[in-house]
């Protein structure tokens, strides 16, 4: 049994507008609605390896009907000697991309202390799996009145991540939004890099007013599985997606960071025609 009193505020239970439906508070980037009825989709890089490719990419993500840029220019690498980000050029690179596009920015935080600079250029600031934990950085977003998307530890359970979630709001910043991105399971590595857990959604929605995104791409980590799990997502009660997106003609290995999991923007476009149930008009 989970204690909806250790997530108090952004849990269901005791607000009346909420008790007895699925609905979301909305967090509002700009003119994106998340948790409202139409689904939100943020594309992009996995890490922000230079302008060239960052604002070919906003383009092409942009045309293809995304709401908003993702690109982490902080990475957590699980080896020291892999590509760690570029740092605040590629925050400055995410802001030019933004200016080119009109596309709000998507970006991991890492580090307690590199907040506030994250935040001047970030839209949204993004807590990555490996940190939903990491309660002093918890504690610092939620000083920060800048929605912040959260994503679930890789093994944490449906109460770790609530509580999560409560550190930030707590603070002040209840524009949370969560985002589930696959869990450690026994097939983890054998056929996909996570696996994505479907079944989670509903229980989070039940429980909290929060809306909740998915991740196709770090939850497969495999390009020709993403439109599936994409689908799949939003029909098991995602309200968004987070997606890798590599452009038409780059290699995918020439691509410093999860190029095998990354979609190019054709594909992108059709997940976003089917998951809003349109289609896309760009120039
Ligand atoms: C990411 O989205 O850039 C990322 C590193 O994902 P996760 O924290 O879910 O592994
Ligand atoms: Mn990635």
């Given at each position: 049994m989970t204690d909806w009193m250790n997530y108090r505020t952004?849990?269901?239970?005791?607000?009346?507008?909420?008790?007895g439906n699925l609905d979301a508070r909305l967090v509002r980037v700009g003119a994106v609605?998340?948790?409202?009825?139409?689904?939100?989709?943020i594309a992009g890089p996995c890490a922000v390896e230079s302008r060239a490719q960052t604002l070919a990419i906003a383009r092409a993500v942009k045309a293809a009907g995304a709401d908003c840029l993702r690109g982490g220019a902080y990475?957590?690498?699980t080896s020291p000697y892999a590509f760690q980000g570029l740092g605040e050029e590629g925050l400055r690179i995410l802001a030019d991309a933004r200016e080119d596009t009109g596309l709000p920015?998507?970006?991991?935080?890492?580090d307690p202390r590199l907040v506030p600079l994250v935040a001047k250029y970030a839209d949204v600031l993004q807590i990555g799996s490996r940190s939903m934990q990491n309660f002093p950085l918890l504690v610092e977003v939620g000083r920060v009145r800048k929605p912040v998307l959260l994503k679930r530890g890789m093994c944490a359970n449906l109460e770790e991540w609530l509580c999560a979630a409560?550190?930030?709001?707590?603070?002040?910043?209840?524009?949370?939004?969560?985002?589930?991105?696959?869990v450690r399971s026994t097939w983890s590595q054998e056929y996909a890099r996570n696996t994505l857990d479907l079944n989670v959604i509903v229980p989070m929605r039940q429980r909290t007013i929060l809306p909740i995104i998915a991740d196709p791409s770090h939850s497969t980590g495999d390009s020709e599985m993403?439109?599936?799990?994409?689908?799949?997502?939003?029909?098991?009660?995602?309200?968004?997606l987070i997606i890798e997106v590599i452009d038409e003609d780059t290699r995918t290995e020439d691509v410093l960071c999860d190029g095998f999991q990354s979609i190019r923007p054709s594909v992108l476009r059709r997940i976003v025609e089917e998951v809003k149930g349109a289609a896309v008009h760009s120039a």
């Open positions: 952004v849990a269901r239970r005791g607000k009346a507008a909420y008790e609605e998340f948790g409202g009825p139409t689904p939100v989709v990475k957590p690498r920015v998507v970006t991991e935080v890492m409560e550190y930030i709001a707590l603070g002040g910043n209840e524009d949370v939004i969560l985002c589930e991105r696959g993403v439109p599936w799990a994409a689908r799949a997502a939003v029909a098991a009660g995602a309200q968004g």
